[in-house]
Protein backbone atom coordinates (compact mmCIF):
# COMPACT_ATOMS: atom_id res chain seq x y z
CA UNK A 1 0.00 0.00 0.00
CA UNK A 2 0.97 3.33 -0.53
CA UNK A 3 1.58 4.39 3.41
CA UNK A 4 3.58 1.23 3.49
CA UNK A 5 5.55 2.40 0.71
CA UNK A 6 5.92 6.05 2.08
CA UNK A 7 6.96 4.23 5.38
CA UNK A 8 10.04 2.26 4.16
CA UNK A 9 10.97 5.24 1.69
CA UNK A 10 11.40 7.36 5.30
CA UNK A 11 12.88 4.75 7.07
CA UNK A 12 15.56 4.38 4.45
CA UNK A 13 15.76 8.23 4.77
CA UNK A 14 16.02 7.95 8.79
CA UNK A 15 18.57 5.43 7.93
CA UNK A 16 20.64 7.05 5.96
CA UNK A 17 20.52 10.51 7.82
CA UNK A 18 22.05 8.82 10.96
CA UNK A 19 24.72 7.35 9.58
CA UNK A 20 25.64 10.43 7.69
CA UNK A 21 25.99 11.92 11.19
CA UNK A 22 27.90 9.56 12.55
CA UNK A 23 30.26 9.49 9.68
CA UNK A 24 30.38 13.28 9.93
CA UNK A 25 30.86 13.26 13.94
CA UNK A 26 33.33 10.13 13.48
CA UNK A 27 35.26 12.65 10.35
CA UNK A 28 35.65 15.59 12.64
CA UNK A 29 36.98 13.55 15.65
CA UNK A 30 39.68 11.90 13.41
CA UNK A 31 40.50 15.41 11.54
CA UNK A 32 41.68 16.73 14.66
CA UNK A 33 43.54 13.33 15.94
CA UNK A 34 45.26 13.43 12.50
CA UNK A 35 45.78 17.04 12.47
CA UNK A 36 47.34 16.93 16.06
CA UNK A 37 50.01 13.93 15.52
CA UNK A 38 50.84 16.12 12.32
CA UNK A 39 52.06 18.63 14.57
CA UNK A 40 53.04 16.81 17.31
CA UNK A 41 55.22 14.63 14.75
CA UNK A 42 56.72 17.88 12.83
CA UNK A 43 58.17 19.72 16.77
CA UNK A 44 59.32 16.36 17.91
CA UNK A 45 61.49 16.23 14.87
CA UNK A 46 62.30 19.39 14.46
CA UNK A 47 63.15 19.88 18.00
CA UNK A 48 65.27 16.45 17.35
CA UNK A 49 67.30 17.88 13.98
CA UNK A 50 67.85 20.65 15.79
CA UNK A 51 69.87 18.89 18.62
CA UNK A 52 71.40 16.78 16.16
CA UNK A 53 72.85 19.44 14.11
CA UNK A 54 73.82 21.96 17.36
CA UNK A 55 74.91 18.67 18.77
CA UNK A 56 77.72 17.82 16.37
CA UNK A 57 80.79 19.06 18.30
CA UNK A 58 79.78 16.98 21.60
CA UNK A 59 80.75 13.11 22.85
CA UNK A 60 79.72 10.96 20.05
CA UNK A 61 78.61 8.62 22.91
CA UNK A 62 75.83 11.66 23.84
CA UNK A 63 75.34 11.99 19.88
CA UNK A 64 74.37 8.30 19.37
CA UNK A 65 72.23 7.99 22.54
CA UNK A 66 70.18 10.87 20.75
CA UNK A 67 70.28 9.24 17.42
CA UNK A 68 68.62 6.05 19.52
CA UNK A 69 65.79 8.20 20.96
CA UNK A 70 65.17 9.67 17.31
CA UNK A 71 65.45 6.55 15.90
CA UNK A 72 62.74 5.21 18.12
CA UNK A 73 60.63 7.82 17.78
CA UNK A 74 60.15 7.96 14.28
CA UNK A 75 59.79 3.75 13.92
CA UNK A 76 57.30 4.20 16.76
CA UNK A 77 55.58 6.86 14.95
CA UNK A 78 55.56 5.02 11.64
CA UNK A 79 54.14 2.17 12.54
CA UNK A 80 51.40 3.81 15.02
CA UNK A 81 50.32 6.03 11.22
CA UNK A 82 50.36 2.60 9.30
CA UNK A 83 47.87 0.99 12.05
CA UNK A 84 45.57 4.80 11.59
CA UNK A 85 45.63 4.43 8.10
CA UNK A 86 44.52 0.81 8.26
CA UNK A 87 41.73 1.91 10.66
CA UNK A 88 40.95 4.45 8.22
CA UNK A 89 40.33 2.53 5.04
CA UNK A 90 38.20 0.22 6.91
CA UNK A 91 36.25 2.73 8.04
CA UNK A 92 36.27 4.34 4.49
CA UNK A 93 34.48 0.87 3.10
CA UNK A 94 31.77 1.49 5.60
CA UNK A 95 31.40 5.08 4.19
CA UNK A 96 30.88 3.28 0.90
CA UNK A 97 28.01 1.22 2.59
CA UNK A 98 26.52 4.76 3.82
CA UNK A 99 26.77 6.09 -0.44
CA UNK A 100 25.03 3.00 -1.28
CA UNK A 101 22.01 3.89 0.65
CA UNK A 102 21.97 7.31 -0.69
CA UNK A 103 22.47 5.81 -4.49
CA UNK A 104 19.31 3.73 -3.37
CA UNK A 105 17.14 6.31 -2.65
CA UNK A 106 18.25 8.49 -5.62
CA UNK A 107 17.47 5.61 -7.88
CA UNK A 108 13.26 6.17 -6.59
CA UNK A 109 11.28 7.16 -8.90
CA UNK A 110 7.50 9.27 -8.22
CA UNK A 111 5.64 6.21 -9.23
CA UNK A 112 7.27 4.14 -6.17
CA UNK A 113 5.50 5.42 -3.61
CA UNK A 114 2.96 8.78 -2.81
CA UNK A 115 4.92 12.11 -3.20
CA UNK A 116 2.71 14.32 -1.20
CA UNK A 117 3.29 12.09 1.89
CA UNK A 118 6.96 10.54 1.64
CA UNK A 119 8.67 13.09 3.97
CA UNK A 120 5.84 14.61 5.92
CA UNK A 121 8.08 14.09 8.63
CA UNK A 122 11.08 15.92 6.99
CA UNK A 123 9.21 18.41 5.77
CA UNK A 124 10.71 17.63 2.35
CA UNK A 125 9.92 17.11 -1.27
CA UNK A 126 11.04 13.82 -2.98
CA UNK A 127 13.17 16.35 -5.31
CA UNK A 128 14.37 17.99 -2.19
CA UNK A 129 15.33 14.85 -0.48
CA UNK A 130 17.47 14.07 -3.49
CA UNK A 131 19.05 17.38 -3.66
CA UNK A 132 19.80 16.81 -0.17
CA UNK A 133 21.41 13.38 -0.41
CA UNK A 134 23.57 14.44 -3.43
CA UNK A 135 25.23 17.68 -1.57
CA UNK A 136 25.93 15.24 1.94
CA UNK A 137 27.30 12.62 -0.60
CA UNK A 138 29.54 15.16 -2.23
CA UNK A 139 30.76 16.61 1.10
CA UNK A 140 31.26 13.67 2.89
CA UNK A 141 33.41 12.25 -0.10
CA UNK A 142 35.36 15.63 -0.02
CA UNK A 143 35.99 15.52 3.69
CA UNK A 144 37.16 11.85 3.35
CA UNK A 145 39.58 12.37 0.27
CA UNK A 146 40.69 15.62 2.43
CA UNK A 147 41.60 12.93 5.15
CA UNK A 148 42.78 9.93 3.24
CA UNK A 149 45.23 12.88 1.56
CA UNK A 150 46.43 14.35 4.67
CA UNK A 151 47.22 10.87 6.40
CA UNK A 152 49.27 9.69 2.99
CA UNK A 153 51.26 12.89 2.95
CA UNK A 154 51.84 12.44 6.28
CA UNK A 155 52.95 8.77 6.32
CA UNK A 156 55.50 10.07 3.05
CA UNK A 157 56.93 12.79 5.47
CA UNK A 158 57.65 9.61 8.02
CA UNK A 159 59.51 7.92 5.18
CA UNK A 160 61.69 10.39 4.67
CA UNK A 161 62.36 11.18 8.29
CA UNK A 162 63.57 7.38 8.67
CA UNK A 163 66.06 7.60 5.23
CA UNK A 164 67.24 11.21 6.96
CA UNK A 165 67.61 8.79 10.18
CA UNK A 166 69.64 6.30 8.36
CA UNK A 167 71.73 8.78 7.23
CA UNK A 168 72.94 10.04 10.55
CA UNK A 169 73.59 6.69 11.48
CA UNK A 170 75.94 6.27 8.43
CA UNK A 171 77.47 9.85 9.40
CA UNK A 172 77.61 9.16 12.88
CA UNK A 173 79.48 5.69 12.13
CA UNK A 174 81.96 7.29 9.15
CA UNK A 175 83.15 9.76 12.21
CA UNK A 176 83.28 6.84 14.45
CA UNK A 177 85.72 5.40 12.15
CA UNK A 178 87.53 9.09 11.68
CA UNK A 179 88.01 9.87 15.50
CA UNK A 180 88.74 6.30 16.07
CA UNK A 181 91.84 6.42 12.85
CA UNK A 182 93.04 10.07 14.42
CA UNK A 183 93.83 8.22 17.70
CA UNK A 184 95.36 5.73 16.32
CA UNK A 185 97.46 7.62 13.99
CA UNK A 186 98.71 10.13 17.27
CA UNK A 187 99.52 6.79 19.16
CA UNK A 188 101.24 4.53 16.60
CA UNK A 189 103.81 7.28 15.76
CA UNK A 190 104.95 7.76 18.62
CA UNK A 191 106.19 4.35 19.27
CA UNK A 192 109.97 3.85 18.75
CA UNK A 193 110.69 0.57 18.16
CA UNK A 194 114.57 0.89 18.20
CA UNK A 195 114.85 3.05 21.15
CA UNK A 196 112.05 2.27 23.17
CA UNK A 197 112.06 1.95 27.12
CA UNK A 198 109.26 0.48 29.40
CA UNK A 199 107.64 3.39 30.58
CA UNK A 200 106.88 4.32 27.07
CA UNK A 201 105.37 1.26 25.85
CA UNK A 202 103.48 0.82 29.25
CA UNK A 203 101.50 4.28 28.42
CA UNK A 204 101.64 3.47 24.48
CA UNK A 205 99.55 -0.18 25.98
CA UNK A 206 97.58 2.41 28.48
CA UNK A 207 96.22 4.00 24.95
CA UNK A 208 96.02 1.23 23.06
CA UNK A 209 93.74 -0.32 26.13
CA UNK A 210 91.10 2.81 26.37
CA UNK A 211 90.93 3.05 22.72
CA UNK A 212 89.61 -0.29 22.77
CA UNK A 213 87.46 0.07 24.93
CA UNK A 214 85.82 3.34 23.81
CA UNK A 215 85.27 1.42 20.04
CA UNK A 216 83.46 -1.48 21.71
CA UNK A 217 81.46 0.88 23.70
CA UNK A 218 80.58 3.03 21.26
CA UNK A 219 80.11 -0.30 18.61
CA UNK A 220 77.34 -1.34 21.45
CA UNK A 221 75.61 2.23 21.24
CA UNK A 222 75.52 1.72 17.29
CA UNK A 223 74.48 -1.86 17.51
CA UNK A 224 71.99 -0.31 19.96
CA UNK A 225 70.09 1.46 17.40
CA UNK A 226 66.89 0.19 15.84
CA UNK A 227 66.66 -1.09 12.34
CA UNK A 228 64.19 -0.46 10.21
CA UNK A 229 63.14 -0.82 6.53
CA UNK A 230 60.56 0.42 4.57
CA UNK A 231 58.73 -2.24 2.71
CA UNK A 232 56.62 -0.76 0.34
CA UNK A 233 53.32 -2.72 -1.42
CA UNK A 234 53.93 -3.76 -5.08
Request: net charge negative; glycine share 2%; proline share 1%.
Amino acid sequence: SSDKTNSRVVSMLNDFCNDIEDILTWLLGTEDRLRSSINNDKDRIMSFKESLTHDRKSNINARIELLIEVTKYVQDRFISHENFMEKLANYIQKIQVTYAKGERILKLEREDFDEDNITEDHELTLQEAKVEIEQQIKLLDGKVDQLRNESIEHQQYLEKMILKVQNYQLDESRTLLMETEDRLQKIVPSIDFLHHDENEFHNNYEQFKRLQNDVNEQQQFLEAIPKFSIVEEP
